[in-house]
């Protein structure tokens, strides 16, 4: 089965960008749709933005940070890596990120953790 490998997390201050990075190890069991969720601690794991391949478009359904992020993959290939730009980072963007496929999805990555300081 296809691994995910995030990155790019880390201690920032509020206001700053960062830039996440998903990998995938390999094309099986690869879907047209991938997106970035995250899971604040103690809190659920929630989708924040996905990207369908094929028409290249992107979506939001998180309102708390509509506006704040960039979903777009490296190119139209299947083990293309997906990135998330969010900007503006604000406390409550502290959690845990996690790229997968829209369900069903395919076993978690280990995240990469954002934490935001004011």
């Known amino acids: 089965q296809v691994q995910l490998v995030e990155s790019g997390g880390g201690l920032v201050q509020a206001g700053k960008s960062l830039k996440l990075n998903c990998q995938f190890s390999?094309?099986?069991?690869?879907?047209?749709?991938a997106g970035w969720y995250r899971q604040a601690p103690g809190g659920e794991r929630s989708l924040v933005a996905f990207h369908i391949r094929s028409s290249d478009t992107a979506h939001y359904p998180d309102s708390s940070m509509k506006g704040r992020l960039t979903i777009s993959r490296a190119n139209a290939g299947a083990k293309a890596p997906l990135y998330l730009e969010i900007q503006g980072l604000r406390r409550e963007d502290t959690a845990v990120y996690f790229c997968n496929y829209e369900a069903p999805v395919a076993p978690w990555g280990q995240g990469t953790h954002v934490t935001v300081v004011s």
């Open positions: 390999d094309t099986s069991g690869a879907r047209d749709t």
